[in-house]
T-cell receptor, first 111, second 113 residues
């Protein structure tokens, strides 16, 4: 059974810092891995989706990488801003339509 | 283009009452999903649908029923609400051929007293 873990559960950094959020999964036979952002009391916004055949995806200041063999994905945020403060969730599926989510990393960027 | 919408946004029920949550999407997506989000548990899949008229159980289906009579709508029903069903419910939709990228609605916060 796939398990997805995100460590740390919470992170506080000063503005301008580059940071890395981690996501690990137990079953490497994944179809894709998707990173989401969730603001308090809001729904999830898709940030990046990495297909199983890809190693990384980039969007603006965000870069997500995928290493299936080690069961890891990282989300890199460059030059962090207070507006980046949110909870970041990763989720993966083995192609059976069923996404398994991590419990998220709550990020606070201090001005 | 509204994306994925959910009705209602908030609801308070008494134990034993019933209700239906409505999810609608205007992106012509084939796949639709219902999740619940609880503190410390992350999001868990309740039921999902891969097309109009089809539904399937997810990870935590007990106490819930669903229907997908129209492609754009996915209904989640609670026949007899229990306090354990207090949660935030999210609907999502996705399109085959896009590696199952999912798009989420804003959520429904349900409290069962």
């Amino acid at each position: 059974k796939q398990e997805v873990t995100q460590i740390p559960a919470a992170l506080s950094v000063p503005e301008g810092e580059n940071l890395v959020l981690n996501c690990s999964f137990t079953d490497s036979a994944i179809y894709n891995l998707q990173w989401f952002r969730q603001d308090p009391g809001k729904g999830l916004t898709s940030l990046l989706l990495i297909q199983s055949s890809q190693r990384e995806q980039t969007s603006g200041r965000l870069n997500a990488s995928l290493d299936k063999s080690s069961g890891r994905s990282t989300l890199y945020i460059a030059a962090s801003q207070p507006g980046d403060s949110a909870t970041y969730l990763c989720a993966t599926t083995s192609g059976t339509y069923k996404y398994i989510f991590g419990t998220g990393t709550r990020l606070k960027v201090l001005a | 283009n509204a994306g994925v919408t959910q009705t209602p946004k908030f609801r308070v029920l008494k134990t034993g009452q019933s209700m239906t949550l409505l999810c609608a999407q205007d992106m012509n997506h084939e796949y639709m999903y219902w999740y619940r989000q609880d503190p410390g548990m992350g999001l868990r899949l309740i039921h999902y649908s891969v097309g109009e008229g089809t539904t399937a159980k997810g990870e935590v289906p007990d106490g819930y029923n669903v229907s997908r009579l129209k492609k754009q709508n996915f209904l989640l029903g609670l026949e007899s609400a229990a306090p354990s069903q207090t949660s935030v419910y999210f609907c999502a939709s996705g399109l085959p051929g896009t590696y199952n990228e999912q798009f989420f609605g804003p959520g429904t916060r349900l409290t069962v007293l």
